[in-house]
């Protein structure tokens, strides 16, 4: 497990920021497990609103449907914390958005919630950018319910940087 500091979050967000900003990009995020918190470490970013436009925290089977578009019939079949799922997240915050780069999160942040095919730390994490295709990646996070998100939020940021 790696342990990310808040000053290791804030300097991936600063980094983030410069590159979205050079390519005048636009980023908006789709977060069930980390509940926002990969927009507030963007946000925390004097002057990012130059590349911020929006973050939708999406916890619950309806607001993945609503907010984002998720099919039922995915969450049905796949569940929640699936590549589908989080492919869905991804394309719909784009198509709901002004951004140019997008990133979904889903996953099981615990304590409890985990399966013996899904355990606590499991997080799909996408990747889009307008007009191409998405990325998604597996990731098994350690640690307790917040170094499982706050791996997720590094994860994610550092994902972007190639997005």
């Not at 130059?50 to 999406?58: K, L």
């Not at 007009?131 to 597996?138: D, H, T, V």
Request: proline residues 2%; glycine residues 12%.
């Amino acid at each position: 497990m790696t342990n990310y500091s808040d000053a290791d979050l804030r300097a991936l967000a600063e980094s983030l920021g410069q590159r979205l900003r050079a390519n005048h990009d636009h980023l908006v995020t789709a977060e069930s497990c980390t509940g926002g918190w990969i927009a507030k470490t963007v946000t925390d970013i004097a002057g990012s609103s130059d590349w911020f436009d929006c973050g939708m925290a999406a916890y619950s089977y309806e607001a993945k449907q609503a907010l984002l578009g998720v099919r039922p019939q995915t969450l049905e079949t796949h569940g929640a914390v699936s590549r589908e799922t989080a492919i869905e997240m991804v394309s719909g915050a784009l198509v709901n958005s002004g951004a140019s780069v997008a990133v979904a999160v889903t996953g099981i942040a615990g304590p409890g919630g985990g399966t013996e095919d899904k355990p606590v730390g499991t997080v799909w994490i996408a990747w889009k950018r307008r007009g191409g295709y998405p990325k998604a990646e597996l990731f098994h996070f350690d640690g307790d319910r917040e170094a499982v998100r706050r791996q997720t939020v590094a994860a994610s940021l550092q994902g972007l940087m190639t997005a």
